[in-house]
């Protein structure tokens, strides 16, 4: 079946080690985007690509760093993860930017910093 | 400022009851989604509406979207076990590019 796939499903790390989690799709989407998901609250996105367009979002903090190789795969680098980076990592594809393009989410990575 | 409110944020009721959660805004969207996610899984695209006024079924799920649309409604019939999970609107508005904006979710939890 055609999807989203991240890994590791589980990521702990050190306060302050540098830790990439990875995405793959296999629909062949034009935009993947990462979000930041905290307990139970909505996803807050942290940047996206169109192709091999990257789009930061304002706030979005520098330690944060994203990489997309090829159409399937994108990475998130988390240069000097603090503890109040500890939360669940989402990716998602969508087929166009816009218009309400609906989202395919993975099933996410979630990250603890000790 | 939240730009679109969902209420409530928890609910827990008893299986066979019906819910309804409101997604609200003071802006016009082009377009709203539903999503579910279930505990240590990614959201889920439930459905998407565009026409003011729309309704759209999915078994005993209904989801309308308001005449202006400004808002939203999911309502459940007959809630069981398996529609626990987190239930997120996300919207697309015009002068927004295609950036979509999130509702701060809902939590149900539907007991046996």
């Known amino acids: 079946d055609a999807m989203v796939i991240q890994n590791p499903r589980y990521q702990v790390t050190q306060f302050g080690k540098p830790v990439t989690l990875s995405c793959s799709q296999t629909l062949n989407h034009n935009v993947m985007y990462w979000y930041q998901q905290k307990s139970s609250q909505a996803p807050k996105l942290l940047f996206h690509y169109y192709d091999k367009d990257f789009n930061n979002e304002a706030d979005t903090p520098d330690n944060f760093q994203s990489r997309r190789p090829n159409t399937s795969f994108c990475f998130l680098d988390i240069r000097s993860p603090g503890l109040g980076d500890a939360a669940m990592y989402l990716c998602?594809?969508?087929?166009?930017w816009g218009g309400g393009s609906p989202l395919h989410f993975g099933n996410g990575t979630r990250l603890t910093v000790t | 400022t939240q730009l679109l409110e969902q209420s409530p944020q928890f609910l827990s009721i008893q299986e066979g009851e019906n819910l309804t959660v409101y997604c609200n805004s003071s802006s016009v969207f082009s377009s709203l989604q539903w999503y579910r996610q279930e505990p240590g899984e990614g959201p889920v695209l439930l459905v998407t509406v565009v026409t003011g006024g729309e309704v759209k079924k999915l078994k005993r799920l209904t989801f309308q979207f308001g005449d202006a649309r400004k808002d939203s409604s999911l309502h459940i019939t007959a809630a069981q076990p398996g529609d626990t999970g987190l239930y997120l609107c996300?919207?697309?508005?015009?002068?927004?590019?295609?950036?979509?904006?999130f509702g701060q979710g809902t939590e149900l939890s539907v007991k046996p």
């Open positions: 998602a594809t969508s087929r166009d």
């Open positions: 996300a919207g697309a508005r015009y002068n927004q590019g295609g950036k979509l904006i």
